[in-house]
T-cell receptor
């Protein structure tokens, strides 16, 4: 299947700093990418839908100013966690849709720990 | 009640056993995904189904659209199959590809 990468795979940062996570579709163009958050032993929670060249659509309860999403090209979307706090510590996963038949491929995830 | 329900929530099997994980959903769908997540790891898409049956190695996925039900079967299970298996559906009303996830089934295969 198609490959989606995320960078970094793991990041530890101090409270108050900002962290950028990249999501790339390596061998296909993705018009739509999704950002998820997953807490231990819980299912994925959709944070936002990212479309190339337009503003992201955020799910209810997700702070747009805290979780900045930029879908700069058909192969790259970034999630920036601004002024991170310990409660932002989580596993962040992106996915990308590859054209027809619109199959969704997931990245390996980024584990964020905020001290 | 969740729109996507999986059963069982937890499953322990002996190596070599035939395993079935079930998924029922209450919305009209355009596609159903079976996903695999190893502890601490990313998610792998196993199957995307809109009808019938698909097979890949020891894995078989079936879907019955009329009954709104899908099953994932693992034949000759192996300890490396131990993971969380997630059923996710794309609603027909979604024009973005947004998925609705089940809570996952945690499978442990003992040697």
């Amino acid at each position: 299947g198609a490959v989606v990468s995320q960078h970094p795979s793991r990041v530890i940062c101090k409270s108050g700093t900002s962290v950028k996570i990249e999501c790339r579709s390596l061998d296909f163009q993705a018009t739509t990418m999704f950002w998820y958050r997953q807490f231990p032993k819980q299912s994925l929670m959709l944070m936002a839908t990212s479309n190339e060249g337009s503003k992201a659509t955020y799910e209810q309860g997700v702070e747009k100013d805290k979780f900045l999403i930029n879908h700069a090209s058909l192969t790259l979307s970034t999630l920036t966690v601004t002024s991170a706090h310990p409660e932002d510590s989580s596993f962040y996963i992106c996915s990308a849709i590859q054209g027809a038949p619109n199959e969704q491929f997931f990245g390996p995830g980024t584990r964020l720990t905020v001290l | 009640k969740n729109e996507v329900e999986q059963s069982p929530q937890n499953l322990t099997a002996q190596e070599g056993e035939f395993i079935t994980i079930n998924c029922s959903y209450s919305v009209g769908i355009s596609a159903l995904h079976w996903l695999q997540q190893h502890p601490g790891g990313g998610i792998v898409s196993l199957f995307m189904l809109s009808s019938g049956k698909k097979k890949h190695g020891r894995l078989i996925a079936t879907i019955n659209i009329q009954e709104k039900h899908s099953s994932l079967h693992i034949t000759a299970s192996h300890p490396r199959d131990s993971a969380v298996y997630i059923c996710a559906v794309r609603s027909v009303s979604s024009n973005t590809g947004k998925l609705i996830f089940g809570q996952g089934t945690t499978l442990q295969v003992k040697p």
